[in-house]
């Protein structure tokens, strides 16, 4: 037991440090004019689906770590299956029923520690880890990105990732007696337009 207590008497400290080591810079809202596009293929034809109308008011919040002064963004972005329109009303409510909408209504994209370095730049390439959620199975990926600074409080992120429907545990959906089959590969397109909410360093 006197241990235990030693233990956490030395780990406390530790942990509050930690927690400490870092601080919101500021909080970013993402955009209603976001969207993502999902482009695939049959053995028929190619389709192209895209997000309309993100009804989110989601938020991201950009930390600086104090010791190496390193930026992460993190945070997450839901969009709503029933958001997507491939300009085919067959082929829309195919994709939200493959995508099992039903029980599964949002597409999550959850932004690890995406490092944001700390340039005037106005657009450069970005990495860091993120966890993609599609009908209620989740892959954590490191993914690509590309930074636009469009004005001192509006940001976009841009990223292209393929994905496949069995990485979801999704079933490619056939049609016509498996005359129609649609091919497992999937490109998904992020466009992520942010706006600076608030700018304050908290702790000092």
């Known amino acids: 037991m006197k241990r235990l207590i030693f233990l956490v008497l030395i780990l406390l400290p530790l942990t509050v440090f930690n927690q400490k080591a870092m601080d919101i810079e500021s909080l970013w809202k993402v955009s209603g004019t976001s969207k993502v596009m999902v482009e695939g293929s049959s053995n028929v ?3 192209q689906c895209v997000t309309l109308n993100y009804e989110g008011a989601d938020e991201l919040k950009k930390f600086i770590h104090h010791d190496n002064g390193e930026r992460l963004l993190t945070g997450a972005v839901e969009m709503k299956v029933r958001s997507f329109d491939c300009e085919n009303r067959i082929m829309t409510r195919d994709l939200r029923e493959t995508l099992k909408e039903q029980v599964y209504p949002n597409i999550v994209i959850e932004l690890q520690s995406l490092r944001i370095p700390e340039s005037a730049a106005q657009q450069q390439s970005v990495s860091g880890r993120a966890k993609v959620t599609i ?6 990926l490191d993914m690509s990105w590309t930074l636009i600074r469009e004005n001192a409080s509006s940001m976009r992120l841009l990223g292209t990732h393929d994905f496949s429907f069995t990485q979801f545990n999704i079933e490619p959906p056939t049609k016509m007696m498996g005359m129609i089959r649609v091919k497992d590969e999937i ?3 992020f466009d992520l337009v942010m706006e600076m909410k608030e700018s304050q360093f908290f702790g000092e």
């Open 187 to 189: 490109k998904v397109d």
């Open 135 to 140: 009908a209620g199975t989740s892959r954590e």
């Open 45 to 47: 034809n190619d389709f």
